[in-house]
């Protein structure tokens, strides 16, 4: 059995624009009708590819919820993975995400951050070594749109998680 690991790291899905005026938070700010589309999209694509996660991630705004939810819904019941709403994952700078993953148990071989830009993007390119795809750090280097994931191979344990330590192996769009 191979020992890598897979680290996804997914981009919300297309959100509603902010209300001007609105005493609403950001954080509260749910999906558009073309998120929830690209949201199963791209869980469809995640499946095909076989990269269905053990573990999620998932920053506590509305929009990475209903974006996990409906990934989730388009992996059918292959997914059974452990769900952990985390509150620094909206804030969270490429230093707080990579200590998150740290702490994660190796037990977990495939694991799906669900959060925002540009952390996202900036930590792909921050734990990408020099043996990634030049065609996904290309890609990442200009910020993940909405319901994109970059794809990551780990060879170490998750605590020993550094920068360029890792591959950059593929962008996952679920847009159109």
């Known amino acids: 059995m191979s020992n890598t690991r897979r680290l996804i790291l997914l981009r919300h899905a297309k959100a509603e624009r902010a209300e001007s005026g609105s005493f609403r938070t950001d954080e509260v700010r749910a999906l558009a009708p073309v998120g929830h589309r690209n949201s199963a999209t791209v869980g469809g ?12 991630l998932c920053s506590t705004a509305v929009r990475t919820r209903q974006t996990w939810d409906l990934v989730k819904a388009a992996l059918k019941s292959r997914s059974s993975a452990e769900v952990e709403y985390l509150d620094i994952l909206y804030t969270a700078g490429v230093t707080e995400l990579v200590d998150v ?4 148990d190796d ?9 925002h830009e540009p952390t996202m993007s900036a930590a792909a390119v921050r ?11 290309a890609q ?11 794809v990551v ?3 170490s344990s998750w605590s020993e ?3 360029r330590s890792a591959d ?9």
């Not at 993953?101 to 994660?104: D, H, I, K, N, T």
């Not at 037990?107 to 959060?115: D, E, F, K, P």
């Not at 990442?140 to 970059?150: E, K, Y």
């Open 127 to 137: 734990l990408a070594s020099p043996d990634s795809s030049t065609d996904a750090v």
């Open 153 to 155: 191979n780990v060879e």
């Open 101 to 104: 993953l740290r702490e994660v």
């Open 140 to 150: 990442v280097r200009s910020g993940l749109p909405t319901a994109t994931c970059a």
């Open 168 to 176: 950059l192996v593929d962008v996952i769009s679920g847009r159109n």
């Open 45 to 56: 694509k995640l499946l095909a590819a076989d990269l269905v996660p053990d573990l999620v």
């Open 107 to 115: 037990r977990a071989r495939t694991v799906l951050v669900v959060g």
């Open 161 to 163: 998680l550094e920068p």
